[in-house]
């Protein structure tokens, strides 16, 4: 830990995790696509971390609901039509 500098906590943040399928694993610019879906939909990315099989993007904690809605919607589909 010698190269360790310092750590800390950051405060007023959401953590969103996205843990991926073996094929989106696979598929170039899922990464993208995801940041710039947030993106679309007024969401604001402070960090995001890209490992193989998950995507974790930190948004500002008043965002984590609407990252979290945008991100569910994408993933059901449309809605069926009554």
């Known amino acids: 830990m010698e190269h360790l500098r310092e ?11 996205l843990n991926l399928s073996p ?8 990464a993208s696509y995801i940041t710039e879906l947030l993106f679309r939909n007024g969401v604001k990315i402070l960090d995001a971390f890209l490992g193989y ?13 609407l990252a ?5 919607r994408e993933i059901q589909g449309p809605m069926p039509r009554e």
Do not use: C, S
Request: charged share 20%; aromatic share 2%; proline share 5%.
């Open 68 to 72: 979290y809605d945008v991100l569910q």
């Open 23 to 30: 094929h989106a694993e696979m598929t170039p610019g899922i």
């Open 7 to 17: 750590a800390a906590a950051q405060t007023n943040v959401a953590k969103v995790v």
């Open 53 to 65: 099989g998950d995507i974790i993007v930190v948004v500002d904690d008043k965002d984590g609901p």
